[in-house]
């Protein structure tokens, strides 16, 4: 099957100056853009993270403090890139969890506001580890039968994570080949953020996943506590966690202003027997 498209699709790929999504800070990004008519467009940035890069990383991904000292910061490249993926869908290897967490962060802390809102998530590794159990190079050499040149290179991480996706595709019939499908099936569970830190229940409710309101909604908590929210603005969250949290206290907000005057004095009277 061919990648069935309605709109265009972004791959890329990270090296970046650790794997924590709230302090560390890209390196080098690599973006592929696929068409919905097959046509492809590519872009790869080596980046100042304007923090050292520890040698471990370096290590790794063969990028040193010097080789970027010239390069522009994420901050210079952030509008390019938000225009390159606006009204895009996503796809990585491994991206769920760290590359589109922490470019979410990269462009916000950048000013710039990010959100999965009308986009789906394509993940190749939770397709690959659901259907084989491999990482990237093994997977390229079992789907590809290639050898992948330049491991922990963005830009050959990024063209090898596409193909092989599509190599997936005629694999494995029962994924479906639209968007939608490859969302579902690359997902591990709901999340309402990326980090983790607040997941939907089976109502279909925002619930805390961590800490001793683990398990409860975010309204309930919000009315129960209003300092929670407070707190975790302030304390060191991912910014794509603090802004889902504004997001429910809008529209808690927003519910709130449009009780009638009778659901308003119930609410009221809820809140006092509560007490």
């Known amino acids: 099957m061919n990648l069935n498209l309605t709109k265009p699709i972004i791959f890329f790929d990270l090296e970046t100056t650790g794997v924590n999504i709230a302090s560390d800070r890209i390196v080098e990004i690599s973006i592929l853009k696929v068409f919905p008519n097959g046509n492809k467009e590519s872009k790869t940035w080596l980046v100042n993270p304007e923090i050292e890069i520890p040698v471990e990383a370096s290590a790794i991904h063969g990028i040193t403090n010097e080789k970027v000292v010239m390069e522009p910061t994420f901050k210079e490249l952030a509008p390019k890139i938000n225009e390159l993926i606006a009204d895009c869908d996503l796809a990585g290897f491994n991206s769920n969890r760290f590359d589109i967490p922490l470019l979410a962060e990269?462009?916000?802390?950048?000013?710039?506001?990010?959100?999965?809102?009308?986009?789906?998530?394509?993940?190749?590794?939770?397709?690959?580890?659901?259907?084989?159990q491999r990482t990237l190079s093994a997977g390229y050499q079992f789907y590809c039968g290639k050898n992948l040149e330049d491991a922990h290179s963005a830009e050959a991480d990024t063209n090898a994570t596409y193909e092989i996706l599509l190599a997936q595709l005629e694999k494995y019939e029962d994924i479906g080949n639209t968007v939608d499908s490859l969302s579902e099936f690359s997902s591990h569970r709901d999340r309402a953020d990326f980090a983790g830190f607040v997941l939907y229940n089976e109502q279909g409710n925002e619930i805390f996943s961590f800490g001793k309101y683990k398990g409860r909604t975010v309204e309930e908590v919000l009315i129960e506590n209003p300092g929670y929210f407070a707190w975790m603005q302030n304390a060191d969250f991912p910014l794509y966690t603090k802004k889902v949290l504004k997001d429910i206290k809008e529209r808690m907000n927003t519910a709130k202003n449009e009780l009638s005057d009778a659901e308003k004095l119930r609410a009221l009277q809820l809140k006092f027997n509560n007490k």
Do not use: C, P, T, W
């Not at 000013?111 to 789906?120: A, H, L, P």
């Open 106 to 132: 990269e462009l916000m802390r950048s000013g710039i506001d990010f959100d999965m809102n009308n986009r789906k998530a394509i993940d190749v590794q939770v397709i690959f580890h659901k259907k084989e």
